[in-house]
């Protein structure tokens, strides 16, 4: 599985220059994924995950940004590719699951003409017609039964399940070799999520892609990643197989999180965790988990990412686990 | 199919509006201090004369009477006699409106065909040197009132440099076109007189450029703030994740959103634009209902005030109902909202 990876990331610092000052959301982040591997990227709202995601799109550009490290797909460097070069990959290789089916379709358009154009510029040299066809056969695909209405209609005339239904298989048409799927499916009920990501699980599959899932739902993960990094204020700060995560979290940030997952059987209620994602623009020296963490002592300057057993590495100078 | 009856919807809606402004219009006229009998015939007149014309004009029936008498008279075409001219008020309308529409309309495509592109790329480079310049120029144009651009676009291109003619709506000695729409740029290429075209064209460029400076100012900042707040929507990060060009997402998926909001506004420019059509045909004398508009104002013409108005209203109308409709074409929740 680690034989050759299909995406990393390596030492991602994204920097925003702001009102306020410089605001340093990505603090080194590194991470890969194995060619057909399902890997969850976790960590509460505003650590940096979609920004992460975003940048190996290609879609992290304002004029106020600066992105250092490296981003490579199937060894293309991703980072250095100009608009021309984007064209070659988004779409082809890497395509993404956007989180809210009601704001990621254009409201004026047909989905046919959105899922058409999608998969011409993923494939040049397709028809118009051709395109629709493949559109309509992808849609009998995933269990649209009626692929010819939908395709004829407008997304607000579409339930948020059938849109999200559409906007996996667009990301998928294509056949790429990477799908991120930023928090696919939060925007809708529990039942639908579900059925999005099993939808998800089985086209990638077929199609041999590799997934990096964002969430901040670690009950997701377990069914869906293979593979998970918790991320907390910008940094990676622990990574595991999912089975091995689940048992024993060695990373204080990543055992407030478990206990902050709600439980059928089990004793009490989920623990929030207490206090917030720090300021950017501000950041903790050192450990940027210390002013919340419950064991923080004098010893945590600035952890390295060690490796105390094979494939799973932890940030945190202490070793808790059980 | 859907559109048509949306369509039908704002006919009949416009024809409503157009009823009650008649009444409203029809009752102000009649607000306005003064006997339009003795304005109309002069201090030497008896009093004889001014109530036979008091008779003439029904204006000792109850107004409610004169009304009615209106409206049939209406729906024969029939507006009634200037007191100002002594002509029918139709035929004095028809003799100048095409004119004053020729140059409202000559300066709303000068709006949209230029406003619109220049507020696209704005958006496109967003707080570039370029969206600076649009934004510098755009507010120019919307500050100086379109007199004042009247008088300085004629000092200098007309006076000075000598570019275009200084006024009026084709030269003197021109070969005329016979009248079929009354737009004489568009007779004289339906009679094929190309160089009554290429004259006519040179005679409206000022007059429709300075009509058309506060409205296209608006038309690009518009066009420009609509356009960048689609540009942070998510279907545009879609859009460039699937690796449609930058040019198509700018033309098509985010312009036709954009342009949403964007046209109704226009469309409201294009109307004020007739209001303002009145100063700038005195500057560049342009035949146009302007002098007709304020005379009958000034003599309290009765039958021209209702008659001007309810024209005026009725553009309007129509305008705001082809707006609509291309709205509607551009917004799929409008046309399938009764579904
Ligand atoms: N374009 C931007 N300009 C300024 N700040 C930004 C921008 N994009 C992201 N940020 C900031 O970066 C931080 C990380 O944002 P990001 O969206 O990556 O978090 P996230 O982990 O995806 O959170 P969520 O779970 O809420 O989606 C946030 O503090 C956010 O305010
Ligand atoms: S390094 Fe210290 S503060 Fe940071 S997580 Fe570990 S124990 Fe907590
Ligand atoms: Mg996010």
């Not at chain 2, 020729?102 to 480079?125: D, F, K």
């Amino acid at each position: 599985m680690n034989a050759d990876p299909i995406l990393t990331v390596e030492d991602l610092h994204l920097r925003i220059r702001q009102f306020e000052g410089e605001a340093h959301i990505l603090n080194g982040v590194s991470l890969h994924l194995g060619a057909g591997e399902r890997v969850a990227l976790v960590g509460e709202s505003g650590c940096g995950k979609s920004s992460t995601a975003l940048i190996a799109m290609g879609l992290m550009n304002g004029g106020n940004m600066s992105i250092d490290g490296r981003v490579t797909l199937e060894g293309t460097d991703l980072l250095g590719l100009g608009e021309r070069g984007w064209r070659n990959v988004r779409g082809r290789q890497i395509s993404m699951v956007f989180q809210d089916p009601g704001a990621a379709l254009n409201p004026v358009f047909t989905v046919g003409d959105q899922l058409v154009t999608a998969i011409r510029r993923g494939d040049p040299g397709t028809s118009r017609a051709e395109a629709h066809e493949r559109a309509a056969e992808a849609l009998r695909h995933v269990h649209i039964v009626d692929a010819e209405r939908v395709l004829a209609s407008y997304p607000f005339q579409l339930s948020g399940g059938l849109n999200q239904r559409i906007l996996i298989t667009m990301a998928l048409v294509n056949r790429p070799r990477v799908v991120v799927a930023d928090e696919p499916g939060s925007a809708l009920d529990v039942t639908v999520q579900e059925q999005t990501l099993r939808l998800m699980k089985a086209l990638t599959d077929e199609v041999g892609a590799a997934v990096l899932l964002i969430t901040h739902n670690l009950g997701v993960v377990r069914t869906f990643a293979q593979r998970v990094y918790v991320m907390y204020s910008g940094t990676i700060v622990e990574e595991a197989e999912t089975a091995r995560l689940f048992e024993a979290p060695r990373h204080p940030y990543t055992q407030a999180l478990l206990a902050a997952v709600p439980r059928l059987t089990g004793e009490g209620l989920p623990q929030p965790i207490p206090g917030q994602v720090p300021d950017y623009t501000d950041p903790p020296v050192g450990c940027r988990f210390q002013p919340r963490c419950p064991h923080a002592r004098a010893a945590c300057g600035n952890p390295p990412f060690a490796e105390p057993e094979p494939g799973h590495r932890v940030r945190c100078v202490l070793d808790f686990s059980g | 199919m859907n559109l048509w009856r949306y369509f039908l919807g704002r006919l009949l809606g416009s024809l409503l509006v157009l009823f009650g402004v008649s009444i409203l219009i029809f009752g102000v006229a009649r607000l306005i201090p003064g006997d339009p009998a003795r304005i109309a015939l002069g201090p030497m007149a008896t009093a004889e004369q001014v109530e036979m014309m008091r008779e003439r004009l029904r204006l000792n029936e109850p107004v409610v009477v004169q009304y009615g008498e209106f409206v049939r008279d209406l729906f024969r075409g029939d507006l009634g006699i200037s007191l100002y001219t002594k002509r029918p008020v139709t035929s004095d309308i028809l003799s100048t409106l095409p004119a004053t529409f020729e140059l409202v309309i000559a300066a709303a495509l000068i709006m949209t065909l230029i406003g619109v592109p220049l507020g696209i790329v704005a958006a496109r480079y967003r707080n570039s040197g370029v969206d600076r310049a649009a934004n510098l120029a755009a507010l120019l144009g919307v500050v100086t009132p379109s007199f004042v651009w009247a008088i300085f676009l004629m000092l200098v291109f007309a006076f000075a440099l000598d570019i275009f003619p200084i006024a009026g709506r084709v030269s003197r000695g021109a070969e005329l076109p016979p009248t079929v729409t009354g737009l004489l740029i568009l007779d004289s290429a339906i009679a094929g007189l190309w160089p009554t075209v290429f004259d006519a064209l040179r005679h409206i460029v000022l007059p429709a450029f300075a009509l058309a400076m506060g409205g296209l100012g608006t038309a690009a900042r518009l066009t420009r703030a609509n356009m960048s707040e689609v540009y942070d929507r998510q279907y545009i990060q879609l859009a460039r994740a699937f690796a449609y060009t930058e040019r198509e997402i700018a033309y098509k998926y985010a312009l036709r959103p954009a342009m949403v909001p964007t046209l109704t506004i226009l469309g409201l420019d294009f109307a004020i634009m007739l209001g303002n059509a009145f100063l700038v045909e005195m500057v560049f004398a342009w035949p146009g209902m302007a002098r007709y508009g304020v005379e009958v104002i000034i003599r309290k013409d009765l039958n021209g005030i209702v008659g001007t108005v309810l024209v005026i209203s009725a553009f309007f109308l129509i305008i705001n109902m082809i707006i609509d409709i291309v709205v509607a074409y551009m917004n799929p929740r409008i046309r399938y909202r009764d579904q």
